[in-house]
């Protein structure tokens, strides 16, 4: 498919919602799914650091 202009690229023969939403919604869940481990993996060291400082001074 051949655009004739950057702006007839993005409305994609007027199905240029669907399909950039469709793109939004993919990266959102992908940048969630990458982020999500990392934070709890975060969130649980500092909890067992906590846990290890509070055994320390017993």
Known sequence: MIFESFSDFLAM???GLFVWSAYGIC???L????ASPLLARRRY???EAR????E???
């Open 27 to 29: 990266l959102a869940v």
């Open 51 to 54: 846990r290890l400082r509070r």
């Open 56 to 58: 320390s001074n017993t």
């Open 45 to 47: 060291l500092q909890q």
């Open 13 to 15: 023969g007027k199905h």
């Open 31 to 34: 940048a969630i799914n990458i």
